[in-house]
């Protein structure tokens, strides 16, 4: 695959161009099941249904496999990693794209679902990577396409380099990968006992604003719905310390920067980037590096979107996606 560098206007009045999955299926359900339950025959309707869960590292993993109704046999599977403060219902606009040539799976890499505590000091990056990587193990998926949003997107670079064998191809959106210097509210949330005091402060309501405002070009735009899973999802203050967590262990040390510069330019699978120009949380001209440091690259850049690109316009993106999942067969 060649690289490919286009710019992408959305047209005026775009309508839905897929029927919509119903909210529910990107929403998890109690009790959860073990993934050990979970059966290929079963069908979708019952599948789409349920959240299944690993157990990794003393927590609990949840996951939702989505499949398009009617399906007889298994399919090739994408598998999507959220942004670090958002959920699984991230994708809802773009799944019935997906579904049309691949299977969905959902991963809640940090936990959100889940009902235990965190892991005392959280965990890392990679530990978060090689536990999502877990799942389709645990599916018995030997090969699949990776992919997520901001810092999911970065992990599913990081995933195609780790596990070279089991992932196929990457999609991403607006990758948080390259360290950089963090915002304001990261640095803060970075510092013991402070961060504590201050997420334990914030209302949902705060984070679901922020979301949207750094998020979106047109933060109106945000579908009531995710708007409404955001707030839920945001709710306990467990969740909001597992936020916490994640940001704490973002890489900061001159070593780790260094090993991450390097290995981008290692990857050998396909890789589809949907950039949204407007991107205010990564630093400027992530965009270009992107471009420069990964070989076999399909990239396209909307220049009136932010950095939720996939959120904000699923029916300009979904195309997109699901022309590059046909093309990787």
Known sequence: MKKVIATVLIPPNTSPAVARLPIACFEFNHPMIPATRFAWHHPPE????????????????????????GTQSRRPVLMLLHGMGLHIASFYGIAG????????????????????????????????????????????????????????????????LDFPQRVTAVTIFNPA?????????????????????????MKP????????????????????????????????????????????????????????????????????????????????GTGEKLKKDLPNLVFYEFPQLSHLPHEEAPDAVGPLLEKFLIDIG
């Open 177 to 201: 990968y390259y360290p950089q210097e963090l915002p304001t509210f990261y640095r803060i949330l970075r510092v013991p006992i402070l961060g504590e005091l201050v997420v334990s402060a």
């Open 46 to 69: 019952q599948t789409n249904a349920q959240t299944f869960f690993i157990q990794a590292q003393q927590r609990r993993i949840a996951f939702r496999l989505l499949r398009a109704i």
């Open 205 to 284: 309501e705060q984070l679901v604003c922020g979301i949207a405002a750094v998020g979106y070009d047109h933060p109106e735009a945000m579908h009531q719905e995710l708007l409404r899973v955001y707030r839920q999802n945001m709710r306990p203050l467990a969740n909001r310390l597992r936020l916490m967590d994640a940001i704490r262990a973002l890489p900061t040390r001159p070593a780790e920067i260094q090993s991450f510069l390097a290995q981008a330019r290692q990857l050998t699978q396909p890789v589809l980037v949907i950039w949204g120009r407007l991107d205010t949380l990564l630093a400027p």
């Open 97 to 160: 794209y997906v579904l049309r040539t691949h299977d969905l799976l959902l991963v809640d890499y940090n936990s959100y679902a889940a009902d235990e505590g965190w892991p005392v000091g959280g965990v890392s990056l990679r530990e978060m990577v090689a536990d999502a990587m877990r799942v389709p193990a645990a599916l018995q998926i030997p090969q699949l396409a990776v992919g997520g949003s901001s810092l999911g997107g970065g992990m599913s670079l990081m995933a195609a």
